[in-house]
């Protein structure tokens, strides 16, 4: 006798022959549903899924330049600011590293979004629809690197701490 006899989980051979059909049932049903979808996509676009792809693709780039754009920033609001000499001595060191934890978090945020818009842009991309983005920044502050292209928009190094466009 096998050690799991006793345990008659189905109930019996008809309610397990059920289950089966079923599921069988239910799988064939799903298949047809993704290949109708998949035929019904004469106009879709893949703006959802691609943004992001690129979010989760290009947030290591950000994260690594993050010293970087925070001591661009910082630079940059020491010369456009009229500021006092003593702020000019004082606020720098102090003004990186805060920027510096910005841009990090930030570029955890767009991994995040990056993950959160995966799943939209699959559903989505049969569709003529688009979902808005759900971390502006990204697409819209200024960066380091930004090439944009029909099929794949290269931008990190993304100032996070700027005003969007």
């Known amino acids: 006798m096998p050690v799991f006899a006793h345990l008659d989980v189905w109930g019996g051979t008809a309610v397990a022959t059920a289950v089966i059909r079923v599921a069988r049932l239910g799988s064939a049903c799903a298949l047809a549903a993704l290949v109708a979808l998949a035929a019904a996509g004469a106009s879709a676009t893949p703006a959802t899924l691609k943004r992001s792809v690129q ?3 290009q947030w290591p ?3 690594a330049l993050s010293p970087v ?3 661009k920033t910082v630079y940059e ?3 456009s600011i009229d500021d006092s000499t003593g702020v000019r001595i004082a606020y720098p060191i102090p ?3 805060w920027t510096t934890a910005v841009q990090v978090g930030a570029s955890v945020l767009r991994v995040v979004t990056g993950v959160f818009e995966l799943i939209p842009g699959l559903i ?3 569709f003529d629809a688009d979902m808005d983005p759900l971390f502006d920044p990204a697409e819209e502050n200024p960066a380091l690197v930004d090439f944009d292209n029909p099929v794949y928009h290269v931008k990190f ?3 996070y701490t700027t005003g969007g466009e």
């Open 61 to 63: 780039l950000d994260l």
């Open 157 to 159: 190094g993304t100032n």
């Open 69 to 71: 754009v925070a001591s």
């Open 77 to 79: 609001n020491l010369n």
């Open 55 to 57: 979010n989760l693709t």
């Open 124 to 126: 989505l991309l049969p």
């Open 95 to 97: 003004g990186v590293i």
